[in-house]
């Protein structure tokens, strides 16, 4: 017996008048749809990607929003500014604003713009596994929501006492969590495997645009990465879940067993599509093609390396090491290792980027995904500098053992820097880079991803914003490290910091604080000012063509611009 | 001379194929790293736990080697029937990649089993020692692992069953095989750094 899953033509429902073509059937398939139900139901890898956009948009403005918060509360470090009912409060939204502004803010977010904008850099119709897509974006979604409820009803990522978070809000943290890093990782999958197999005939691994080889090395780090903090939320959740919990659900362990994932090297990963992004918004802005490709790819690859991140987990770190604290994550020679070479891979990349940018003997278009792009790479410099810094006690320790007694002030800064608001502050200098580089990459692909450029004005308006916010937020709190302002500033029972005398200068640190809230009001205002942007121009007609593409140069031999090479000598 | 080709409207509209292999390889690489995480989280805990104390394992526990060697055996056997479901679909032998999925798919639901067996003789209560629980969290992951390879083969049948070359679903068998040796290879690694080395 033959079985055929089709139907014969003679079973087709017939109906009057002319019936559509085969063409015409397909490219009604492939148009985004326009409609709610449409947009809700779609699995287009273009409405996936403005779905992403917008929400991740969204959430970061919410993790900022929060960060907002905690530092309205460290303008007086001596009582706090009573914002919180008590400092278990204050340790659950410092845990959130971290998740909230990578797991549900960056991350997605660069998702989202290599769902849009991949499947046209490798000219093929849509993503490897478009319901896939589509699945990992409403898990990632719901998943994302549920964690900031959760949070928000006495939950968290556990508590600084024991028994001062409901348990089930803390499971239920937990859980969501969970949920959002299998959407993320998901979508991680879906982009990889895109990449691997959706590429044109002719074009190998290294020979893809500079964005979508950075999402292939971002997306497969995030991918070893991401199951690794899944394994320790089921872990400290299994453990919550017994009648008393034994080591990986008690009090705040819970963020301390997952803190690995928001500090070196880890938290570099989160970023890195930036490097692409920056690539190919300050080489086209030259009206040029992107020359040496061959070491770009290494660099990318090696940074990649270089910011897995998920063996440096801190909260195993022995309580009682030994006398060459071998047992402690920070003071590894390869965790030192590694934030070293970050940076020198970071300079290599600026060198390679400097010398496209010369050999382009053009002046720039000015535009605000230039702008970005410029203080993207400068802040991402800046966070590695800082990363330096925050290994720079474990690096000299090596010089310590051989002398005690040598420069111990230098050495006693250094390694009191470790623990200081530097680690935050680097944090934030790394999540602002990627942020205004995912901007970046809206306003270059605006017409890609939305169907139209984005308004100029109101974009230059927001690089002023998040350039300057992005500045001011992201140096006070590695200044305040500098003072010796704690990075855990409350302690149970206690908004004050724990030892006052040791901040130096308080009331200068004081004042660093009101300079990053004054910092995190302008990023937030620039955000805004994206979403509505990005909102004004969906609600507007289509007024471009691939043609009309900024970023897309066509030179009539097929290539644009987005191509990694020129299909000439190489 | 020029090293690539691209741009060309036939060229750019031919896609690679093995989509679903490739997926399929990157799932597993990601289920592989987290059981990496798990058996890192429960080395080092056990580490610690010795250096500290002596004893990893409660007392109170019965953990015996019979029913893990066992289901260890069972999933190596479950190789060889796996390839063999391979061989036959490459070769549209239809009746022999059904027995073979079907010998498969006992061996796999027997280490559910004899798992299962071996919770209820262990004596191991699961939420009064860190290595219960870690030990529970890791079993029972592997036994979702072992979950998932089934209905993963049992699409593939059902697949295989609607069409009449059986070969054309080579690659999807393929995938399905790459999972599964991944669920062989984690539970060798439970049988060893678990019941092994206890």
């Known amino acids: ?570 | 001379m020029a090293d690539m080709v691209v741009g060309t409207s036939m060229a750019a509209s031919l896609p690679r194929q093995r989509t679903l292999l490739v997926g399929t390889v990157l799932a597993t690489a990601g289920t592989l790293m987290y059981f990496v995480g798990l058996f890192g989280v429960y080395l080092r805990e056990r580490a610690e736990a010795l250096g500290r104390s002596g004893d990893w394992i409660p007392s109170g526990a019965d953990i015996q080697l019979a029913q893990p060697t066992l289901a260890a055996w069972t999933m190596m056997m479950s190789v060889v029937t796996m390839q063999w479901v391979v061989y036959s679909v490459a070769r549209n032998d239809r009746t022999h990649a059904i027995i073979a999925a079907g010998v498969t798919a006992m061996f796999g639901v027997s280490v559910i089993i004899t798992t299962s067996f071996q919770y209820t003789q262990m004596g191991l209560v699961a939420d009064e020692s860190l290595a219960a629980t870690l030990i529970y969290t890791i079993s029972a992951s592997h036994l979702a692992m072992i979950t998932v390879a089934l209905v993963f083969l049992g699409i593939m049948v059902f697949r295989a069953l609607a069409g009449n070359h059986i070969s054309h679903q080579t690659d999807g068998f393929v995938a399905a095989s790459v999972f599964w040796y991944a669920v062989v290879v984690v539970y060798v690694v439970i049988w060893t750094a678990i019941f092994v080395l206890k």
């Open chain 1, 1 to 570: 017996m033959t079985i055929v899953d089709t139907r014969s033509e003679t079973e087709l429902p017939q109906t009057s008048g002319p019936q559509p073509s085969q063409a015409q059937l397909v490219v009604s398939e492939l148009t985004p749809s326009t409609d709610l139900a449409g947009i809700l139901s779609s699995s287009h890898h273009q409405v996936i990607g403005r779905l992403y956009v917008l929400c991740a948009l969204g959430l970061s403005g919410l993790g900022l929003g929060l960060g907002l918060l905690m530092n309205l509360e460290k303008v007086d470090l001596d009582a706090g500014l009573g914002i919180f009912g008590n400092t278990n409060e204050l340790f659950q939204v410092f845990a959130l604003y971290r998740t909230t502004l990578i797991m549900c803010g960056l991350v997605p977010l660069l998702l989202g713009l290599a769902t849009a904008v991949i499947p046209k850099q490798l000219r093929t119709v849509t993503v490897a596994y478009p319901r896939a897509a589509a699945a990992a974006f409403w898990t990632w979604l719901i998943g994302a929501i549920t964690h900031i409820v959760a949070t928000f009803s006495y939950g968290g990522l556990g508590s600084l006492q024991a028994g001062a978070a409901r348990e089930q809000s803390v499971e239920l943290t937990l859980l969501s969590l969970g949920v959002v890093a299998l959407g993320l990782l998901v979508g991680s999958g879906v982009i990889l495997a895109t990449l691997i197999t959706q590429r044109p005939a002719g074009m190998d691994l290294l020979q893809m645009p500079a964005f979508s080889w950075s999402m292939m090395v971002a997306t497969t780090v995030w991918l070893f990465s991401l199951p690794v903090l899944l394994a320790n939320l089921v872990i400290s959740w299994v453990d919550m879940r017994g009648a008393t919990a034994l080591r990986f659900g008690t009090a705040d362990a819970p963020f301390e067993h997952v803190a690995w994932a928001f500090d070196v090297p880890q938290v570099y990963a989160w970023a890195l599509p930036l490097l692409g992004i920056v690539a190919e918004v300050l080489i086209s802005a030259h009206r040029s093609r992107p020359k040496l490709f061959e070491p770009m790819v290494f660099i990318v690859g090696a940074f990649g390396f270089l910011s897995f991140g998920a063996w440096a987990q801190s909260f195993f770190d022995s309580a009682e090491p030994s006398a060459l604290d071998a047992h402690v994550v920070s003071n590894e020679v390869v965790f030192v290792v590694f934030a070293l070479g970050i940076a020198g891979v970071v300079l290599a990349f600026g060198i390679w980027l400097a010398f496209n940018v010369v050999s382009a003997e053009q002046r720039p278009i000015i535009s605000p995904q230039f702008g970005l792009a410029v203080l993207s790479g400068a802040l991402l410099t800046a966070a590695v500098t800082v990363g330096v810094l925050r290994v720079a006690g474990s690096a000299l320790g090596v010089l310590r053992e051989a002398d005690s007694n040598l420069w111990p002030g230098f050495f006693d800064a250094m390694d009191d820097l470790a623990g200081s608001s530097l680690v935050t502050g680097m944090m934030n200098l790394v999540v602002l880079a990627g942020l205004l580089a995912a901007v970046a990459g809206i306003f270059h692909w605006a017409p890609r991803l939305l169907g139209r450029r984005l308004n100029a004005s109101l974009g230059f308006l927001a690089v002023v914003m998040l350039g300057g916010g992005a500045m001011l937020y992201g140096f006070t709190d590695v200044l305040g490290g500098f003072f010796d302002q704690p990075d855990r500033f409350f302690v149970v029972g206690s908004f004050a910091v724990a030892n006052l005398d040791a901040v130096d200068a308080l009331g200068f640190v004081e004042a660093l604080n009101v300079i990053g809230l004054v910092g995190v009001v302008a990023v937030l205002g620039g955000l805004a000012l994206v979403v509505l942007n990005v909102v004004m121009s969906l609600v507007s007609p289509a007024d471009l063509d691939v043609a009309d593409d900024p970023s897309v140069v066509d030179d009539g031999d097929g290539l644009t611009a987005d191509m990694s090479v020129d299909g000439q000598e190489r």
